[in-house]
């Protein structure tokens, strides 16, 4: 029989939850810190505007709840779970305002005339999917089951309505983007289905409740149209600003800002360059491979354009006030990049602009072209496709965070990029790097 407890003890806080502070575990905080502790955890997570009302309220009520930890340890574990569950939630009311009232699933030979659903809420859309499904078993002996799929755009794909179908339509529709959080959404799908069939008991710490909300913000906003600025699965795209490097023969290579360039005279020996890049004293990206730069190749982890160079400091000022280059905003989610292979060396990602502005003897080999978030990504998944079969060699890898999108000549793995992105207009920047390259070896 369960204890009942007075109003005061019900009020009292939990002493475990008292001893996550803003600087990990340790002693237990006052309860009143630890309380506006556990609001600030998850207050800066906001739902855009235009996000269902469903889908709205029931992550507000988390967020609201989430805070209620503080009495009860167990609350955290509450909320975790049920946020798992509110993601599939949120992908069926936005697949019902996607559809716009309609959903059309096609035979893929063609051999069937459509079938067509009014939609108004998902039990509509499971109408439709088991209406299909009856149509498929109504067929003649001896004839192949019709495979009846969701017609997205110009697409079709396998559909029954469940949390995996709704991830693919997403996908498909353009709703959800970046490689890298493909794998994390297959994750957060098998932690849902521990949620809904559970196997045992478990419980949840604070901070990573929190870090599931925060999540579930981010995919609830993707999944309306919103990135999030700085996010952790669906970032918004990065602001870019002019940088200058500079380097010497010892091996001294060191950033700032281009108005730097303004302070004292050239130092000895060494080399400037100006490029257009995310990274930079105090910028909130930090990228682990600046030093690395090629005007050539993708290097650096953020995308990062040549401009000028290499030259001295006032050569480089001259440049700077007579050009007065810009700042931009780049996405660098889900991008493009050929890669090089011959004589057994596999060569660094390449944007399809430059790789298109090759020379003849430079476009020897075979190519190819991968969608990726980051260029060592894109690396990674084209060495490993001589490893064996665990690559794809075409779609999604399921191996690494890499989408393959086609191998051959350099004249098809170009008109793969094209069909991705559009129109490649070549462009030939010259051959500068920054020495300090080790994680890149294999570049011309």
Not at 66 to 72: E, K, P, Q, R, T
Not at 156 to 175: E, H, Q, V
Not at 419 to 443: E, K, L, N, Q
């Amino acid at each position: 029989m369960a204890e009942i407890r007075s109003l005061e003890e019900l009020q009292e806080p939990d002493r475990t939850a008292l001893c996550f502070s803003p600087f990990g575990l340790g002693p237990a905080m006052p309860a009143e810190k630890a309380a506006e502790f556990l609001q600030r955890l998850v207050a800066d997570c906001a739902l855009a505007p235009d996000v269902a009302e469903g889908t709205r309220r029931e992550f507000d009520r988390l967020q609201r709840l989430f805070a209620y930890g503080l009495l009860d340890y167990d609350v955290f574990t509450v909320v975790d779970d049920r946020a798992l569950l509110v993601m599939e939630q949120a992908l069926r009311e936005r697949f019902v305002q996607w559809c716009a009232g309609t959903i059309t699933f096609e035979e893929a030979n063609g051999l069937q005339s459509p079938v067509v659903q009014d939609v108004r809420t998902y039990d509509d859309v499971f109408a439709a999917v088991k209406k299909a499904g009856r149509r498929s078993r109504r067929r003649p002996r001896q004839q192949p089951s019709p495979q009846w799929r969701l017609k997205v755009g110009t697409t079709l794909i396998d559909f029954n309505g469940m949390l995996a179908g709704l991830r693919t339509w997403a996908r498909a529709a353009g709703l959800l983007r970046g490689q890298r959080t493909r794998g994390i959404e297959h994750a957060k799908s098998k932690l849902r289905d521990a949620v809904a069939h559970p196997t045992g008991y478990h419980r949840t710490m604070p901070v990573e409740a929190a870090r599931t909300l925060h999540d579930l913000a981010e995919f609830i906003n993707q999944l309306w149209g919103h990135p999030t600025p700085g996010g952790r699965l669906y970032p918004a795209p990065v602001e870019r600003h002019i940088v200058v490097m500079a380097w010497n023969d010892e091996g001294s290579v060191e950033m700032a800002h281009a108005d730097a360039l303004r302070g004292d005279s050239d130092a000895d020996g060494y080399h400037y360059i100006l490029i257009r890049s995310a990274s930079g004293p105090g910028s909130r990206y930090e990228d682990g491979y600046w030093s690395a730069f090629d005007a050539r190749f993708e290097t650096t982890q953020f995308p990062a354009d040549y401009l000028w160079g290499p030259g001295s400091r006032r050569d480089a000022l001259a440049w700077l006030d007579a050009e007065q280059p810009k700042g931009d905003t780049v996405d660098y989610v889900d991008r493009v990049f050929m890669l090089r292979e011959h004589d057994g060396q596999v060569y660094a990602p390449m944007h399809p602009e430059v790789a298109a502005g090759l020379t003849a003897e430079e476009q020897r080999g075979t190519w190819h072209t991968v969608r990726a978030d980051f260029p060592e990504h894109a690396f990674a998944h084209v060495r490993g496709l001589s490893d064996g079969p665990g690559h794809a060699r075409t779609g999604d890898c399921r191996n690494c965070a890499a989408h393959h999108l086609g191998s051959g000549s350099h004249e098809q793995a170009l008109r793969a990029a094209e069909d991705t992105i559009g129109v490649v207009t070549p462009r030939r920047p010259p051959a500068v790097r920054i020495p300090d390259s080790f994680f890149w070896p294999h570049r011309f």
